[in-house]
């Protein structure tokens, strides 16, 4: 199982967020900074998010993570604020392994046929963000029908991967809630990746018995509460 330390960019500086809340961000100073310190503790993939783009500010912090996908070489899958096939083609270009289309792919779902036929289903990921087990879409404050329709329908139209975000538990370091985690990855295919309420080591195995291709360690990661080298240890 690949585990997947996070890079969210707000404002030029690497930040956590808690419930996906601007006013809640921590900031962690230089994000190619901390991205290499993930690196040299073992890591060989980043999830980076550019959190002003999920904010409407698309071309925020583009040079930024451009040089991050440069200077790295690693595995990247890349989120936030992509909203148009422009957007998505654009950010492929720069060098990324992979996108994730969340609200987008909700409200134009044939954005992943499209995306997916050019650059390859390897490259096209799929947010499942997923309250009370419906898909939220617009800073999460909207849902938009059942998170297991939505994945199966993401698969049928071409996406390689897909993202599940467990919005009930993201940001508050309480462990993941596997049950919803499973249903999912019964119900396709492809590789799922999953973030939030990742904190500790037994979560990484549960999610790796679950049959997850990967996790993604995000606030609890960056407050100590799990450490990197046993989170990667456990996984393997």
């Known amino acids: 199982?690949?585990?997947?330390?996070?890079v969210d960019i707000l404002g030029g500086r690497c930040v956590q967020l808690v419930q996906g809340k601007r006013e809640s961000a921590t900031a962690y100073g230089d994000p190619l900074t901390c991205a290499r310190r993930w690196l040299d503790a073992g890591a060989d993939a980043l999830h980076v998010v550019n959190l002003d783009g999920a904010f409407g500010e698309s071309a925020k912090n583009a040079d930024l993570i451009r040089a991050l996908v440069k200077e790295t070489g690693v595995e990247i899958?890349?989120?936030?604020?992509i909203r148009s096939v422009k957007d998505g083609t654009r950010w492929l270009e720069t060098g990324v392994s992979r996108i994730i289309l969340s609200t987008?792919?909700?409200k134009e779902p044939e954005s992943i046929r499209t995306l997916s036929r050019e650059f390859g289903s390897d490259r096209v990921m799929a947010g499942v963000d997923a309250k009370g087990g419906e898909v939220a879409i617009h800073g999460w404050q909207e849902t938009a029908g059942d998170y297991i329709g939505w994945a199966q329908k993401f698969e049928q139209l071409g996406a390689g991967y897909l993202l599940y975000t467990n919005v009930d538990v993201e940001g508050l370091q309480g462990g993941i809630a596997c049950g919803p985690v499973k249903k999912l990855i019964d119900c396709v295919k492809i590789p799922v990746v999953v973030a939030g309420g990742v904190s500790?080591?037994?979560?990484v195995a549960a999610l790796k018995?679950?049959?997850?291709?990967?996790?993604?360690?995000?606030?609890?990661?960056y407050s100590g509460k799990i450490n990197l080298s046993e989170a990667l240890e456990e996984s393997r």
Not at 77 to 81: A, D, I, Q, V
Not at 200 to 203: K, Q
Not at 209 to 221: E, I, K, N, Q
């Open 1 to 6: 199982m690949r585990i997947f330390p996070a």
């Open 77 to 81: 899958e890349l989120g936030g604020g």
């Open 104 to 106: 987008f792919a909700i």
């Open 200 to 203: 500790a080591r037994a979560d």
């Open 209 to 221: 018995d679950a049959g997850a291709y990967g996790a993604v360690l995000g606030s609890a990661l």
